[in-house]
C-alpha cells in the first residue's frame, strides 16, 4: 500500500491537488471546444490550469472559516444503517477546498468562487410526469423531510475518494410526496446556472451544455441510498458542495451527483446529461462504480482515498463494485 503523507496542503504544487479531471481532461475539453469551432476561446481554459490555489493563505483561510461556519441543524437524526465505514470520515477543511464545480471554473480555487452563489430564497421546481407538481422553499423541504445524517463512501470518476458526513433526507422521501405518473421512468436534476454568476474560466462558453444536468432511473431514485443533501458535517450544506441541495448517490460516480439544484423533472424518455453529452464514451449515463470496467483513459481499479489529517494526504485503496454499496443497489442493474 502507498502511502502519501503531506503536511501542508499549500506547500504543495497546483498539479498535485488538483483532482485529476482538470488535467486528465484537458486534451478532451480542447478537443471539443475546437471541434465546436471556439478554438480561439481557449486561451481562459488553458490559462486556469496554472493558476495558484487560495488553500492556506491567510485571508483565503478567513474565507473558508466563513465559507463552512454555517448554522448547526439542530433534531438531526443518526440514521444508524449509514453510520459505519471501514475508513475514516475526511477532514472537513479538506473537503471544502477539494471540489469540483466546474460552473465556477476548473481550478481548486472554486470553493472560493462558488461563494458568489445566491442561495437566498431558493426554490426547487419539481415538473414533468408526477401527480403534484409543484415549487418547494428550502422551509417546505426541511419541514416536510426531517434531516438525518448518513456516512457514505464518495468516490469521483478520476479515482480519487473521501467518506463524507452529509445530512438530508432520501429520494424517495420526495417521490412520495410528489407521486410521479406510470408513464415517468426517468428524472432529471438541473443546477442553477446563470452566466453572469457562474464564470468558470473557459467554463461559461455557450457551446458547452449548461445548465449541468443529471439523471437518474426512476428505480434509481426510489432505492434506499438515493440522497437528497441539505447539510454536511453537522451543519448546513457549504456552497462549494452544492447549497442548499445536492443529489448524493454514492454507488454512482461523484459526477452523477448534480449541485445547487433548481429543478426536478420527470420524464419518459432517458434525458441528456452534461458529462454524458460532453463525451459519452467518457461517462456514461449509468455512472456505477466499477473496478472492472476501466476509464477509456485511465484504470478504476484502485483509488486514491483522501484520508483525515489536516493537510492533504491519501492512501491507494481498491476500489469496491457500486463503491462498496452492492447490497443495495446490484439488484437494480
Ligand atoms: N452543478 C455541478 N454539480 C457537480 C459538479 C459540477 O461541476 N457542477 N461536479 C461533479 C463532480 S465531477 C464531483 S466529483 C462532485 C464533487 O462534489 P464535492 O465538491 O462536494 O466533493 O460534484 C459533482 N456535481
Ligand atoms: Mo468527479
Not at 471546444?33 to 485571508?59: E, F, M, N, V, Y
Not at 456505477?288 to 477509456?296: I, T
Request: charged content about 20%; aromatic content about 12%; glycine content about 8%.
Amino acid at each position: 500500500m502507498t502511502l502519501i503523507r503531506i503536511p501542508q496542503s499549500w506547500s504543495i504544487s497546483e498539479n498535485q491537488i488538483t483532482p485529476p479531471r482538470l488535467y486528465y481532461n484537458r486534451r478532451n475539453f480542447i478537443k471539443t471546444l475546437i471541434g465546436a469551432g471556439i478554438g480561439a476561446s481557449l486561451l481562459p481554459l488553458t490559462g486556469c490550469q496554472g493558476s495558484t490555489s487560495g488553500i492556506g493563505k491567510s485571508a483565503s483561510a478567513v474565507e473558508l472559516e466563513k465559507s463552512i461556519n454555517l448554522p448547526k441543524i439542530d433534531s438531526l437524526t443518526k440514521n444508524p444503517n449509514f453510520q459505519q465505514v471501514d475508513r475514516p470520515i475526511v477532514a472537513e477543511k479538506v473537503a471544502a477546498q477539494y471540489n469540483n464545480f466546474y460552473e465556477f471554473g476548473g481550478t481548486k480555487k472554486i470553493w472560493l468562487d462558488a461563494q458568489k452563489l445566491p442561495i437566498e430564497n431558493w426554490k426547487v421546481e419539481v415538473a414533468g410526469l408526477v401527480k403534484n407538481p409543484r415549487t418547494y422553499d428550502l422551509d417546505d423541504l426541511k419541514r416536510k423531510f426531517p434531516p438525518e445524517e448518513r456516512v457514505y463512501r464518495f468516490r469521483c470518476v478520476e479515482a480519487w475518494s473521501m467518506v463524507l458526513p452529509w445530512i438530508g433526507f432520501p429520494m424517495k422521501a420526495l417521490l412520495a410526496d410528489v407521486e410521479p405518473t406510470a408513464k415517468a421512468k426517468f428524472v432529471s436534476f438541473t443546477s442553477f446556472y446563470d452566466p453572469e454568476i457562474t464564470k468558470g474560466p473557459g467554463f461559461h462558453l455557450g457551446s458547452l451544455p449548461w445548465p449541468y444536468t443529471e439523471g437518474l432511473r426512476i428505480e434509481e431514485m426510489a432505492n434506499d441510498l438515493a440522497f437528497f443533501a441539505t447539510g454536511i458535517f453537522g451543519h448546513d450544506l457549504p456552497k462549494q458542495h452544492g447549497a442548499p441541495l445536492r443529489m448524493v448517490t454514492p454507488w454512482k460516480y461523484g459526477f452523477k451527483g448534480a449541485k445547487s439544484i433548481v429543478k426536478i423533472e420527470f420524464l419518459a424518455e432517458q434525458p441528456a446529461t452534461y458529462w454524458n453529452t460532453l463525451d459519452p464514451n467518457e461517462y456514461k449515463f449509468e455512472a456505477n462504480v466499477n473496478p472492472d470496467v476501466p476509464h477509456p483513459r485511465w484504470s478504476q481499479a484502485t483509488e486514491k482515498f483522501i484520508s483525515t489529517g489536516p493537510g492533504l494526504s491519501w492512501e491507494i485503496k481498491e476500489t469496491l463494485p457500486y463503491n462498496g454499496y452492492g447490497e443495495y443497489v446490484a439488484n437494480l442493474y
